[in-house]
């Protein structure tokens, strides 16, 4: 079993597990989410979400991205996305 180690912090979300070869590997995302659109630029990496009919759009170039470093960030659903996005 592979154990996966998770920090869903409020400007990154950070991974961290040990391949077959027991070398740490890690992962940081950046949680730059903006609600209420979806994006559809060309040329950044896109990925639009919907949570029960409210729509959310990630990617690289996002410059008005939602508040993360509030308490009512870390139990949203753009929380949510950005653990399991």
Known sequence: MKKIFCDDGST???LAYADEQKKLVTKITETSFLAG?????FGQNIYNYEIEGKRYSFNDGINNASETTTVNYQYSDENLLSVHG
């Open 12 to 14: 990154f979300v950070k």
């Open 37 to 41: 659109n979806w994006n559809f630029a």
